[in-house]
């Protein structure tokens, strides 16, 4: 079975440009999680869906992040305008229950 | 103090070596617990969950304690594969969906 999709793998952009995330779920799992890794926060969680609707979001970090979940197998992580400090690992996570959570490959974002 | 606070290591050591991490928790509220691996420039796995009576998966075993807020993870019999950082996640929320990740214990596992 394929586990979590996530594009691009890497992505290197300039600041100020808008950078769009795509992750696609496990199928069948109705929980999707975003997170950001970096050396100096560890693993954070930036937003959680549940059946398509965003949760809880308090993790993400200011108005230049946006998600959505247009439907059950698609979900994007927008950033405009892109910044330096927005460098880092994004990953998507997917589950049945909420607390078993599989892991995408991640995107490796960084913005010179 | 920090939600989830991990020995950063690294611990090197070698095969055959039996090694223990450690990690402690200060949200109470806490209810599922788990051990996570991930390896260099990879995404983290469930390696696997934490049980109050303690739990053995083959070379690993996981004990919590809550009334010290307190986790730890076992491994006999080191292979070369175990070298990974070990992450220490406890969960909360409804369903348990916040999984609060610490920075990880790195191991090293030598021939």
């Known amino acids: 079975d394929a586990g979590v999709i996530q594009s691009p793998r890497h992505e290197v952009t300039e600041m100020g440009q808008e950078v769009t995330l795509r992750c696609k779920p496990i199928s069948g799992h109705n929980s999707l999680f975003w997170y950001r890794q970096t050396m100096m926060r560890g693993l954070e969680l930036l937003i959680y869906f549940n059946n398509n609707v965003p949760i809880d979001d308090s993790g993400m970090p200011e108005d230049r992040f946006s998600a959505k979940m247009p439907n059950a197998s698609f979900s994007t992580l927008k950033i405009q305008p892109s910044e330096p400090r927005d460098s880092a690992v994004y990953f998507c996570?997917?589950?049945?229950?909420?607390?078993?959570?599989?892991f995408g490959p991640g995107t490796r974002l960084t913005v010179l | 103090r920090k939600e989830v606070e991990q020995d950063p290591g690294p611990f090197n050591v070698p095969e055959g070596a039996t090694v223990a991490f450690n990690c402690t928790y200060s949200?109470?509220?806490?209810?599922?617990f788990f051990w996570y691996r991930q390896d260099c420039r990879k995404e983290p796995k469930l390696l696997m969950s934490v049980y109050s009576s303690g739990n053995e998966d083959g070379r690993f075993t996981a004990q919590l304690n809550r009334a010290s807020q307190y986790i730890s993870l076992l491994i006999r019999d080191s292979k070369l594969s175990d070298s990974a950082t070990y992450l220490c996640v406890p969960a909360s929320g409804g369903s348990n969906y916040k999984l609060t990740f610490g920075k990880g214990t790195l191991l090293t596992v030598n021939p």
């Open positions: 996570a997917s589950s049945l229950q909420p607390d078993t959570q599989y």
């Open positions: 949200n109470s509220a806490s209810q599922s």
